[in-house]
Structures are given as C-alpha cells and as structure tokens.
C-alpha cells in the first residue's frame, strides 16, 4: 500500500499476515521520497505503531515558517539541535520528528515541519558518534520534499481510514475473545482517533473499559 506520491512524498506498507497477530499489524514500511526508498531496504515494522506515529506527527507538525524557508541542510541541523538538544538541560522537542522507531533504528532521521498548508519533510542518513551521542553532519545528503495542502489532506485522510480499519480489526478480535469466555458489550468511539497521545493498540485496549 502506498499513501501519497512516491515522487514527492508518501508512506509505503504492507503488511505479512505470518508475522501479526490478532494485536499487532506486523510486516514491511518505509518512506518514499523523490522516487527513492527510506531506508533503501524495506524493513520489517509493527505497523500499528509506525503508522499511528506518522499520522499524529503529520496532522500536528510544528509551524515555523523560519525553519521551512531554510536551506535544507542548515533546518535540517536546526532542527536536529531542537529534537536532540546538546545541553542536558533542555528538553527534547519531539514534535519534529517523524520517523517511526524502526526506521531511526536503521540509521535515517526524519523531520516534518509546517508553513500555513504546506508540509516540508528532510530525511537523512547521518554518521553517528557513539561517544558523544551525537550524530555527525560532514556533508551527507538532506533529502526534502515539499507537499501541497491538497496532498496534505488525502494522506491524512487515507491514514485515518487505515486507522480504523485497524481499530475495528482489534475490536473484532476482542468481540472474538468476549463471546467464547464472558458476555459483555464492547463499544468503539470513533472519536478516538483524534487523541494525539494513544497508538492504535491503546486506543483499542482503552475501548475494552
């Protein structure tokens, strides 16, 4: 499955039922941008996860039309030093940060940032220093994308769609479980979604209260 423009910008998944369960959506993702896959391979994902964290961060990315206007490099640093501060004193700004926790784990950061409709994403590929837990910019590649409000609202609105389709999965399975040990009445709030703190898998446990 693939959300958006491969060309510009879009998320790639698809899910391989071997690997799920009735509570986790499991298989491959990765971003695509300007025709190229990040990461160059297709990693295995918990889709429930990775998908619910994109979705929150995209609907909610941070405004700030100084950054957006930036040479790519120089936001991409910029924003770098916001999400992971040098000094222990201050605090992380998460809001950036768009990539879920399998692919930061492959090595690639990806920032998300706002200006009135438009959406600007820069991914990177940097160096790492163990020491200093930092990671070392000497010239390696910022790839962005920028996509237009209209592309904007249909990814939003395809992710959500996925989302609860998601949700209903989950809540069929606990309707599974209900009707073969207890009788009780489970009630999915389609509202849900719209919580920014909650993965998919919360949102389908707090439904079971």
Request: net charge negative; with cysteine; charged share 30%.
């Amino acid at each position: 499955m693939i959300i958006g423009d491969p060309y510009k910008f879009a998320i790639m998944f698809d899910e391989v039922r071997e690997w799920s369960t009735c509570d986790r959506l499991s298989g491959h993702f990765a971003f695509c941008m300007n025709g190229k896959m990040l990461p160059e391979g297709i990693i295995n994902a918990i889709l429930d996860n990775a998908l619910a964290k994109v979705y929150d961060k995209l609907k909610n990315a941070p405004e700030d039309a100084e950054l957006f206007t930036m040479d790519a490099a120089a936001a991409f640093g910029c924003i770098y030093d916001r999400v992971y501060p040098s000094d222990i004193n201050r605090d992380n700004d998460y809001r950036f940060e768009l990539a879920p926790e399998e692919v930061i784990d492959e090595g690639y950061i990806v920032f998300v940032i706002r200006k009135a409709g438009e959406i600007r994403v820069l991914a990177a590929n940097p160096k790492y220093d163990r020491e200093q837990s930092r990671c070392i910019f000497d010239g390696q590649e910022v790839t962005e994308a920028v996509i237009d409000e209209e592309q904007y609202e249909e990814m939003i609105s395809r992710m959500e769609e996925h989302l609860r389709k998601i949700c209903c999965r989950y809540r069929n399975a606990v309707m599974d479980h209900l009707n073969e040990n207890t009788v009780r009445i489970v009630k999915i709030d389609e509202d849900a979604l719209e919580t920014n703190d909650m993965t998919v898998r919360q949102i389908a446990e707090a439904i079971m209260k």
